[in-house]
C-alpha cells in the first residue's frame, strides 16, 4: 500500500458573509476534490490539544501521528534542524522573522506592519542575516539564515529559559507594546531586537527595497523558542518508508526529526505563489520510486490567511486542487493501491489572520476501497456529520492501520 497526505496549510475557515456565508473550502472551485469526496471518508479531527498554542509545530506534529504532549519541544529546533544546524541539548532555539515595524521613534508605538518584510526574498534576506550575524552574533548567540523571512537563532547554554514571545503573525496591525517579551533574561531578547533595527535601517538591502517601494525588513521578531526534539522515527512508528515534500523549515525539520527523506522543489516559496505542479509532481515521483509513505506541505492559504487574503485564499485552494490533487488523479492508475488523506493543519480564518484551535475536516480516499455511504461534501460543515477524532495523532493510526481507538 502507498501512502499519500496531502497539507494545504490553514486552509479551514469560518463562514464569510461576502461568500454567502460559506468558508472559502466551500465557495472554491474544486472538481477533483468534490469527485474523491463522493467515496471518501469524512470528517473532523482535532490537532491542537487543549493547553496548546495554535501553531503549526504542534498542528502538523499532530497530523504526522505524534502526541505533542510527549514530543513538543518548541517550533524553532525543527526550523533549526531543516536548516542543517546541529544542535546541542543545552541550546535555546528561537524563530527569527524578518518583519515591518512601522517607524515611530519609540519602541512601544511601533505597529506589526508585516510579520513577512513583504515576504522578502531570501537572497535579500541572506544579506542581512549575515549582517547581523556579524554585527551581533557572539559565543552564545548565532543566527542562520533560512527561507524569505524565516530565519532561526541558537542561544548557547540556555534550554532552561522561561519565556514569554508572541508569534508576529498574531499581532499583525497592532502596537507591539503589549507583546515585548516578558521572562528570565527577556532583556537580551529586547536588546537584540533593538539593535536590529539601528543595523538594518542603514543596510543596502533595504535601501533598494526603498527605492522600488517594497517593504523594508526593518526589524527581528524571535519567538517559537525550543529545545532539541527526540522523536521516535516514522519508520520504527509504521514500519514505512516516507518522504517529506515541503518548502517551509518547519514542516521539512519535523520530517527530517521522523527520518523522512527531505524533497527539495525548485519554485517551492513557502509563500501564496509557489510551485504547486512541481510539489505534486515530487510526491507522485516519491511514491514511485519505492518510498511508502509522502508528506505533501503547502503553505499557500495559511499565507493568504495571515494577509487577510480572501481573494488569495480561495486562489490557492483552487491551485492545490487543479494542479496537484489534479496531478495525482491522472496518474492514480499507475498505482496498484493509493491511499490518499486530505486536510489542514489547522484553521487560519481570514477574519483574525492567525490560527486557531478548532478541529479540522479530513478526507480519506483509498483507490481499491470507495466508500458507498459517503458523506459525499468535504468541507468544514458536512465534516461534522462524519467521524471525528479529538486526539490529532490518532488519525494516522487509522490512515495506515484503519485502527479507531
Known amino acids: 500500500m502507498k501512502y499519500l497526505i496531502i497539507v494545504p496549510d490553514g486552509m479551514a475557515d469560518y463562514p464569510i458573509p461576502e461568500l454567502g456565508n460559506k468558508t472559502p473550502l466551500e465557495y472554491a472551485k474544486t472538481p477533483n476534490i468534490d469527485g474523491l469526496a463522493k467515496e471518501a471518508v469524512i470528517g473532523l479531527v482535532k490537532t491542537i490539544p487543549e493547553g496548546f498554542a495554535p501553531g503549526s509545530d504542534v498542528a502538523n506534529l499532530s497530523v504526522m501521528g505524534y502526541d505533542p504532549s510527549i514530543y513538543y519541544t518548541g517550533r524553532s529546533p525543527l526550523e533549526a534542524i531543516s536548516m542543517g544546524v546541529k544542535l546541542e541539548e543545552s541550546d535555546l532555539t528561537l524563530r527569527c522573522n524578518l518583519v515591518t515595524l512601522s517607524d515611530d521613534e519609540n519602541l512601544e508605538d511601533k505597529i506589526m506592519l508585516d510579520y513577512s518584510a513583504g515576504e522578502i526574498s531570501s537572497g535579500e534576506a541572506k544579506e542581512l542575516i549575515g549582517c547581523l550575524q556579524k554585527e551581533l552574533g557572539s559565543r552564545e548567540i548565532t543566527f542562520y539564515p533560512g527561507i524569505s523571512y524565516r530565519h532561526v537563532m541558537v542561544w548557547k547554554n540556555a534550554s532552561g529559559l522561561k519565556l514569554k514571545l508572541t508569534p508576529p503573525h498574531d499581532i499583525s496591525d497592532r502596537k507591539i507594546d503589549s507583546y515585548l517579551p516578558e521572562g528570565d533574561k527577556a532583556n537580551i531578547i ?44 516514522f519508520q520504527e512508528k509504521y514500519n514505512l518508508n516516507g518522504s517529506v515534500v515541503a518548502a517551509v523549515d518547519l514542516v521539512k525539520g519535523l520530517g527530517i526529526a521522523a527520518g523522512l527523506r527531505p524533497v527539495l522543489v525548485e519554485g517551492a516559496t513557502g509563500s501564496i505563489e509557489t510551485n504547486f505542479k512541481g510539489k505534486g509532481e515530487a510526491a507522485i515521483n516519491e511514491l514511485k520510486k519505492g518510498q511508502d509513505f509522502v508528506y505533501l506541505h503547502i503553505e499557500s492559504p495559511d499565507e493568504a490567511s495571515h494577509q487577510g487574503s480572501l481573494e488569495k485564499k480561495i486562489w490557492a485552494i483552487e491551485q492545490i486542487d487543479k494542479e496537484v490533487i489534479g496531478l495525482i488523479l491522472s496518474v492514480i492508475n499507475e498505482f496498484d493501491d493509493l491511499k490518499i488523506m486530505i486536510m489542514p ?60 481507538k
Not at 194 to 202: D, E, H, M, Y
Not at 214 to 220: D, M, P, Q, T
Not at 362 to 369: A, G, L, V
Open 190 to 233: 529586547l536588546d537584540l531586537i533593538q539593535k536590529s533595527q539601528k543595523i538594518l535601517k542603514k543596510h543596502p538591502v533595504n535601501k533598494r527595497r526603498r527605492e522600488k517601494g517594497l517593504k523594508e525588513a526593518n526589524s527581528i521578531w524571535l519567538w517559537g523558542e525550543g529545545r532539541k526534539p527526540s522523536l521516535n522515527s
Open 345 to 404: 493543519d489547522h484553521p487560519t480564518p481570514i477574519s483574525l489572520k492567525t490560527h486557531t484551535a478548532e478541529p479540522v475536516p479530513f478526507m480519506i480516499y483509498d483507490k481499491n476501497n470507495p466508500v458507498s455511504e459517503s458523506i459525499r461534501t468535504y468541507n468544514e460543515k458536512y465534516a461534522r456529520d462524519g467521524i471525528y477524532f479529538s486526539s490529532g495523532y490518532e488519525l494516522m493510526d487509522y490512515f495506515i492501520k484503519g485502527d479507531k
